[in-house]
């Protein structure tokens, strides 16, 4: 079976311009283990004031001050890139929003354009699925919180917003489609309200 990687990225906007401020993925290799990575990237702190609330806010309590403590670019794509490899399977909430990012970040720094930004595996596309073939009503652009709730994953329970908090929620949103026993007690006490009607994130 194939690795997996689930990634998220904190930027300072949403424009192709914006910047990458913190990275994080965790990797599950064939033996049954895990890595995490986690960085702070050096980034232009202009650009992050166009962020709205909450994520200004958030910005401003958890990104580092001192330059030390922040990764060049140039650093992190190459760890992203290693990290990553070649051969794993990619998997996102909003998956064209941090390929898009990451394919800055790398061409940016004159960086081969890895071939897994191409196939993220988007998380809430892939649990819209799974719940239409439940019987569930799904609108799109499918929100990945109603997703999470539907499917018994609390969003709550998570500090969302976080590189790896999104990461950790993603991975579980995830996990409680492939390996869950039996869902459809979970998804039948479910509201019968559509899932989505907003942007993933």
Avoid: N
Avoid at 130 to 151: C, M, N, T, W
């Amino acid at each position: 079976m194939r690795e997996l990687v689930f990634l998220d990225t904190e930027c300072t906007g949403l424009d192709l311009e914006a910047d990458i401020w913190e990275f994080g993925a965790v990797r599950r290799y064939a033996d049954g283990s895990r890595s995490a990575l986690h960085m702070f990237l050096a980034h232009d702190g202009s650009k992050a004031v166009r962020l709205p609330e909450p994520f200004r806010s958030d910005y401003a309590a958890r990104c580092p001050i001192d330059a030390g403590e922040l990764v060049p670019p140039s650093i992190a794509a190459r760890r992203i890139s290693e990290f990553v490899g070649d051969d794993a399977v990619v998997i996102g909430a909003v998956a064209a929003f941090d390929s898009q990012r990451l394919a800055m970040l790398f061409s940016r720094r004159r960086m081969h354009l890895p071939c897994w930004l191409y196939t993220v595996v988007d998380v809430c596309a892939l649990a819209a699925g799974y719940l239409r073939a439940h019987g569930k009503s799904v609108e799109f652009p499918v929100q990945i919180d109603k997703v999470g709730q539907y499917l018994g994953v609390d969003p709550g329970r998570y500090p969302r917003h976080t590189a790896l908090g999104d990461v950790a929620f993603i991975e579980d949103v995830y996990d409680r489609m492939h390996f869950a026993e039996s869902l459809s007690p979970v998804l039948h006490a479910s509201c019968s309200e559509p899932v989505g009607a907003a942007a993933c994130a």
